[in-house]
């Protein structure tokens, strides 16, 4: 029988998690902190950034958005990176991507201060995720091994494919994966025959960016699927990159669009920032 894996809940039970440590940490006197930074208008960012700071209440945290105009110079916002690099009641900095073209969001990135990238997007944090040192992880990669986790699937051994290669969920999966001793494939538009490889994959993992691209046919019977995928169609509904009516017949574990992967990417990005502020304590 196919299992939902269910992410709200999963979700919630790690909020809970981080609310009783942070109540911990407030007894010593320290206030997890998250900065917001949201350049511009675009309307999905200001959703995925409300979001980020109810999590934040939610739990107890302290955050502070900085909503700034589009036209904004870049080296304004170097110096904002900077201002918050030194400040002591800010554990994490979040800069919602993306940003208007005329700014490098590498240069952006590569400001934060490591310890406070709590995207896990700077290339110290990387460096370090690939030659298997402690780090701060891309929150929706760590949200999915984390489901994994809670679910009891075993990883050691048994074959991954991930589809899509990005720097914010597939490359870093793929890490993550190896590091659990998975044997992992990573596609991507380029790849030759993209049936032939998914049917391979004890844990299939759907991160391309196109509605229902995963069809019941290219998943092998008994798999785990994981669908990242958030497409806004036409008539205005949600789709994943996975046909959930041809998929879930045919699988052991799949996650739902809404709710499975995007609730736990939240959660990661409040660990992340609990651990920045455990890290303070330590220093
Ligand atoms: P991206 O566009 O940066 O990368 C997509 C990748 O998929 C590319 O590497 C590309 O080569 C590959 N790809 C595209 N079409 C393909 C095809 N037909 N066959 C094989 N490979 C193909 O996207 P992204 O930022 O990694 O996001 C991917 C999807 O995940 C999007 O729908 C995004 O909205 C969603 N997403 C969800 C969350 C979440 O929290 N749930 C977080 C991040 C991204």
């Known amino acids: 029988m196919t299992r939902i894996m269910d992410g709200n809940k999963v979700s919630q039970d790690i909020r809970g998690e981080i ?27 200001q959703i995925y950034v409300k979001r980020k700071e109810n999590a934040c209440h939610e739990v107890g945290f302290y955050s502070r958005e900085y909503k700034i105009p589009a036209e904004t ?45 709590v995207d896990g997007f700077h290339p110290v944090n990387v ?19 984390v489901l994994l986790e809670r679910y009891g699937i075993s990883l050691a051994g048994k074959e991954a494919v991930i589809v899509g290669r990005s720097n914010i969920v597939g490359k870093p999966l793929f890490l993550m994966l190896l590091a659990q001793n998975a044997t992992v494939t990573v596609c991507h538009t380029k790849t030759k025959d993209l049936a032939e490889v998914t049917c391979r994959a004890d844990i299939l993992i759907a991160a391309a960016g196109k509605a229902e691209i995963v069809r019941g046919d290219m998943v092998r019977e008994g ?61």
Do not use: W, Y
């Open 19 to 45: 609310k009783e440590k942070t109540a911990q940490l407030k007894g010593k006197g320290i206030i997890p902190g998250l900065a917001v930074v949201l350049v511009g208008d675009d309307p999905a960012s």
């Open 73 to 117: 110079h870049e080296k304004d916002l170097l110096n904002l990176i900077g201002v918050l690099n030194a400040d002591q009641k800010i554990h994490g900095i979040l800069v919602q991507l993306p940003l208007p073209s005329h700014i490098n969001s590498s240069l952006i990135i590569e400001a934060i201060d490591p310890q406070k990238d």
């Open 127 to 145: 460096g370090r995720l690939l030659t298997g040192q402690p780090c701060q992880m891309a929150c929706t990669p760590k949200g999915i091994m």
């Open 223 to 283: 798999a785990v699927v994981i669908d990242v995928g958030i497409n806004r169609l036409d008539n205005g509904k949600l789709a994943g990159d996975v046909s959930f009516a041809e998929v879930s017949p045919h699988c052991a574990f799949i996650t739902p669009v809404p709710g499975g992967v995007g609730p736990m990417t939240i959660a990661m990005l409040l660990h992340n920032t609990l651990k920045a502020a455990e890290a303070g304590l330590e220093a």
